[in-house]
């Protein structure tokens, strides 16, 4: 099995930083795409930020220039350094990772259970 365990959220004044950690263990022999989503209440989950094996990124226009997403492959681990966070920044966040657990198999997506992330003053 894999599991998938958020940290870092919490409340920040606008304007502030958070930095996301998202940390993937079991049985895993690769990991392809990670990547954070968030939802807001009453919205739905959105894409936040992708980076694939290769280390290309994807932001969602709404954070491009202020979100910053890393991985580190040793670690299985996925990073989102969030500055200049506004209120609209506002919701649980969730990772993802499309992981393979063996040579054979195909891939699978998982997710992470969130994390709040709350921007007000």
């Known amino acids: 099995q894999v599991q998938l365990v958020e940290s870092g959220g919490g409340l920040v004044q606008p304007g502030g930083s958070l930095r996301l950690s998202c940390a993937a263990s079991?049985?895993?022999?690769?990991?392809?795409?990670m990547g954070w989503y968030r939802q807001a209440p009453g919205k739905q989950r959105e894409l936040v930020a992708s980076?694939?094996?290769?280390?290309?990124?994807n932001y969602a226009d709404s954070v491009k220039g202020r979100f910053t997403i890393s991985r580190d492959n040793a670690k299985n681990t996925v990073y989102l350094q969030m500055s200049s966070l506004e209120p609209e920044d506002t919701a649980v966040y969730y990772c993802?990772?499309?992981?393979?657990?063996?040579?054979?198999?195909?891939?699978?997506?998982?997710w992470g259970l969130g994390t709040q992330v709350t921007v007000s003053s």
């Open positions: 993802k990772m499309n992981i393979y657990t063996n040579r054979v198999r195909a891939s699978s997506n998982y």
């Open positions: 079991g049985s895993i022999f690769s990991i392809n795409t």
């Open positions: 980076i694939i094996s290769g280390g290309s990124t």
